[in-house]
């Protein structure tokens, strides 16, 4: 379907390192790259907080070493370790006393309300051609909003020849989750009876 495409929006192929682009839509040199990056993030989760939320009940059980061990069992093995340089198997190899050491940090958090600074450290990566699925338009060459409207058309010009029903949903993505308003979000999650105490970490 992407050579026809290709064929069809008669489009110049780039290379995978797509360029960025300013705002006024000029091509950025290296040095401009990771600012605009910032720009566009710091747009991005721009959002009014508003007072951080009342919560009435801070009670709630604390983690217990079973759940531990069955999100460490859950977890990918032979992947690269985060920011704290911890991976899976580095606990593994610890055997209980990983398990427990990292039960007690899980409830010293949780009972605080207060995540380390380690772990509210948020790495941006600009090129994720590796993880977008061949479904995903918007974010590689030749496969723009254009590309995306000619496949719709065809499955529907298709659907009818067949006399199959289309069904299309259009989400837009933005409001759905860039912009979440935290206080409705609180509100919802107390009126859910969700403890106070999860309310107080989120």
Known sequence: MDSMVKQMSNKKVYSATSCTEAKDGTILMEERILERWEEYVNELFDDSR???PYVKNTDGLPILTEKLR???NKMSREKAAGPDGVCAELIEALDEVGIEQMTNLANEIYDG???PAEMCKSIFMGRTAGEIA?????FTPDKG???AIFVVRMLT???TEMQHKVYVCFIDYT???DTVQHVPLFEILSSLDVDGKDIEVI
């Not at 061949?134 to 918007?138: K, N, P, T």
């Open 175 to 177: 409001k759905a989750f």
């Open 145 to 147: 909003t254009r590309n």
């Open 113 to 115: 309300s207060k995540f």
């Open 70 to 72: 069955s999100a460490l």
């Open 50 to 52: 508003g007072e951080k």
């Open 157 to 159: 010009e298709r659907a």
């Open 134 to 138: 061949e479904e995903q338009y918007g």
